[in-house]
């Protein structure tokens, strides 16, 4: 084989292996920046889910607190009721008296 062709094909063969260290580095980038992205994914689906359990937290407190305020009306309407029942007995029995 002639000099030339395989100082041809050693040059083919470096310019290949150069592609190739190119290529690796490429994808060791890409490697990398996927690495960091899921880490931050994990950390905010770590946050997301930290949220979603306060919010959850909270919102049974609210319902609790509905649910109280919900009793102490239906209290407050029975109390209403009884005491206009009272008021109209006292008018009637007014107008009785203001009637002897």
Excluded: H
């Amino acid at each position: 084989m002639p000099k030339k062709r395989v100082e041809e094909k050693g040059k083919l063969v470096k310019e290949a292996i150069d592609d190739l260290e190119a290529e690796i580095r490429r994808l060791r980038k890409d490697k990398s920046s996927s690495v960091y992205q899921l880490r931050n994914i994990n950390k905010n689906m770590g946050n997301t889910e930290e949220l979603e359990k306060r919010l959850r937290e909270k919102i049974a407190q609210l319902d609790a607190k509905e649910k109280e305020m919900q009793d102490k009306k239906e209290k407050l309407r029975k109390k209403g009721d009884i005491l206009s029942e009272k008021l109209t007995k006292i008018k009637a029995i007014k107008e009785q008296l203001n009637q002897v």
